[in-house]
């Protein structure tokens, strides 16, 4: 198999995969067409590449002469008619957002691969996408509220007087979340914690942060582990008490999702308004909607006094780690798709790969995506 890695397009800065991935590709018998310039931003050089073995090609050459190729975002649209019939596409699909190109790609007979459906089980955990880049995410959220805060993470004792330690809130404690307590513990602030999924409350509290239960939480062990949309009466209650808390924190870090849907709005502007001055909301649910209802996506706005970050690309300004996590967890998705001669073999009756293929064949496969999309 030949295995084109693509140049990102638009404000991405990482790349698929880096040099040193692509030793492991060709020990696995796969050859590597790397386009020119694809790692330049995730700060991996054309000759590194060719080091590692690759051959530095063209856009139009990597996808005239690849079976299967990589990107972290889906291709542009303009791409879809220059790829040919039974060509493989894997990169993260979002695939809501991008219905329109999915169902271009499927009736083109192209095979898409998204990373963001490989299931969230056990056996997939070396392949989770979601969960390497959700921890560079909550990682870079807590230091960017850390460098935007007027005041000291930490507690201080010194000459000078006593600094009381910041008070973080952080809203979902997903995968993101957890890494956002863990970071914000080791600067030494204070942590608190909502979830509507009570499995996580072990978890916040050996990281230590104090879980803040709301009573009443809708669960649903159909949902894969993911959280459900809650009812009225609940959403009421938990806004009630968010207020409560952000009002006495210094930063708020907000993760809730729901996939395939619209984050839950948990931050009202009323409560914003009765933020301190100076507080930082760092919304990593920005491009989903946003926790906070005044978020708006890729935007730093400050209202009150209040600093609202809405983003939801961390990763890529932490190209060359969010890169590397990117291509080992690519990797290990590929050790279970390819025979010892290096071809690729999609044996659909394997979860992890009948979950990640979104289409094949001109059909759709993907349960989740179909759930996701409505699909019969
Ligand atoms: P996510 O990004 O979908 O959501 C982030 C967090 O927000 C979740 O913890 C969710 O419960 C929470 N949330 C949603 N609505 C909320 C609301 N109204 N109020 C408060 N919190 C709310 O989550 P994720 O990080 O992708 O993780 C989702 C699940 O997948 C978790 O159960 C996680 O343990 C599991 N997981 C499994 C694996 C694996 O086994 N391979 C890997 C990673 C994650």
């Excluded at 006495?248 to 870090?253: K, T």
């Excluded at 920005?286 to 005044?294: I, R, W, Y």
């Excluded at 990763?315 to 990797?331: V, Y």
Aim: charged residues 25%; contains cysteine; aromatic residues 4%.
């Amino acid at each position: 198999m030949i295995i084109g890695i693509l140049k990102e397009t638009g404000n991405e800065n990482r790349v698929a995969i880096l040099p040193g991935e692509v030793t492991v590709l060709k020990k696995m018998g796969i050859e590597v067409l790397v386009e020119l310039h694809a790692g330049e931003r995730a700060f991996a050089e054309d000759k590194d590449f060719q080091t590692a073995g690759a051959v530095i090609v063209d856009r139009k050459e990597v996808i005239s002469q690849a079976t299967m190729l990589l990107s972290v975002n889906p291709p542009v649209e303009v791409d879809i008619n220059s790829f040919r019939e039974g060509q493989v596409l894997c990169s993260v699909l979002n695939p809501v957002e991008n219905i329109n190109w999915l169902e271009k790609a499927r009736l083109r007979g192209l095979t898409v691969l998204a990373l963001d459906l490989v299931p969230r089980t056990s056996r997939a955990q070396a392949m989770d996408i979601l969960s390497s880049m959700a921890t560079v995410s909550g990682y870079k959220a807590v230091l960017a509220a850390a460098s935007l805060l007027p005041r000291f993470f930490p507690m201080f004792m010194s000459a000078a007087g006593t600094i009381k330690p910041a008070k973080v809130l952080i809203l979902g404690a997903g995968v993101a979340g957890l890494q956002a307590i863990a970071i914000a513990r080791k600067l030494g602030a204070v942590v608190e914690v909502f979830d509507v999924r009570s499995a996580v409350k072990e978890e916040v509290t050996s990281l230590g942060g104090k879980f803040i239960e709301v009573e009443g939480a809708k669960e649903n062990a159909a949902a894969g582990g993911y959280a459900v949309e809650q009812t009225e009466e609940f959403k009421k209650k938990q806004q009630e008490l968010i207020q409560q808390r952000a009002i006495a924190a210094d930063v708020v870090i907000a993760t809730a999702q729901i996939p395939g849907r619209k984050a839950p709005i948990l931050l009202m502007k009323e409560t914003v308004n009765s933020m301190k001055p100076g507080s930082v909301i760092i919304d990593l649910a920005a491009s989903t909607g946003g926790n906070c209802e005044l978020t708006e996506n890729g935007k730093n706005i400050v209202v009150h006094g209040v600093n609202i970050i809405g983003k939801s690309d961390y990763p890529s300004d932490m190209p060359s780690d969010a890169s590397k996590m990117f291509g080992c967890n690519i990797i290990n998705l590929l050790k279970i798709m390819v025979d010892k001669d290096g071809r690729l073999v999609l044996n659909m009756s394997d979860d992890i790969i009948n979950g990640t293929t979104a289409v094949h064949d001109k059909k759709y496969i993907s349960q989740r995506v179909k759930q996701m999309l409505n699909i019969k």
